[in-house]
């Protein structure tokens, strides 16, 4: 099984509408993160989380919510998406250390339309 | 704001050649990171290189750090058809609490 997972994998959705993709992970890692990635312009940071009572604001949060259910769980919800929200989305997850490296969910490929 | 710019942004080979990808960056670094993305897929870690370092080598990977420039360049030898990929260095910034900026990639292609 994957350490990282994502659901769901693709979403269509209309302007205006409520969608939380949601991100676990089995890897027993603090550290989770949001991000998005546009064609061109690499991956921006949205929000992440160094452990379930800290969440912090990243590069491009506005537009975005995030809720850390537990250590293992990382939601990122779009209260009202919008047309320029339509983007590959990734969850990530690291360990404390300050050599760790980030490891990847499949990713949620989000349309709104 | 990009901290890591590869470059070039595209590059396509013959299998068997090396590629040699640039990373720019732009402020002090803990370390520097090269990630591996295939098409629409999550990232997959590649090799991390420390600020102290100057060159890494992971299988047919290179990497070198030369902060003076701060720069980092990644060398695949001896390509393979399954090397096409994307490729995004990633720096953590000194101060940054270990969180990472990607740069926005470079599309290698890998002809048979």
């Known amino acids: 099984d994957a350490d990282v997972t994502q659901t769901p994998r693709n979403r269509i959705t209309k302007t205006g509408k409520r969608i939380m993709l949601e991100c676990s992970q089995t890897?027993?890692?603090?550290?989770m993160y949001w991000y998005r990635q546009d064609p061109g312009l690499g991956l921006r940071l949205i929000y992440y989380?160094?452990?379930?009572?800290?969440?912090n604001k990243g590069e491009i949060s506005d537009g975005y919510s995030v809720s850390r259910q537990a250590q293992a769980k990382f939601s990122l919800s779009l209260e009202s998406a919008i047309p320029n929200q339509t983007a590959l989305y990734f969850c990530?997850?690291?360990?404390?250390?300050?050599?760790?490296?980030?490891?990847f969910g499949p990713g949620t490929r989000l349309t709104v339309l | 704001s990009q901290q890591g710019e590869e470059d070039p942004q595209a590059l396509s080979i013959q299998e068997g050649e090396n590629a040699t990808m640039n990373c720019s960056y732009k402020?002090?670094?803990?370390?520097l990171q090269w990630y591996r993305q295939n098409s629409g897929r999550g990232l997959v870690h590649l090799i991390l290189?420390?600020?102290?370092?100057r060159e890494k080598h992971s299988g047919r990977l290179r990497v070198t750090l030369d902060t003076s420039k701060k720069s980092s360049s990644l060398l695949i030898t001896a390509s393979r058809a399954a090397d096409t990929a994307s490729y995004f260095c990633?720096?953590?910034?000194?101060?940054?609490?270990?969180?990472?900026?990607f740069g926005k990639g470079t599309l290698l292609t890998v002809n048979p």
């Open positions: 890897k027993g890692h603090d550290r």
């Open positions: 402020t002090s670094i803990n370390n």
């Open positions: 290189i420390r600020s102290n370092e």
């Open positions: 989380s160094f452990d379930v009572k800290d969440i």
């Open positions: 990530a997850t690291s360990g404390r250390g300050a050599q760790d490296t980030q490891y």
């Open positions: 990633a720096t953590d910034a000194e101060g940054s609490n270990y969180k990472l900026t």
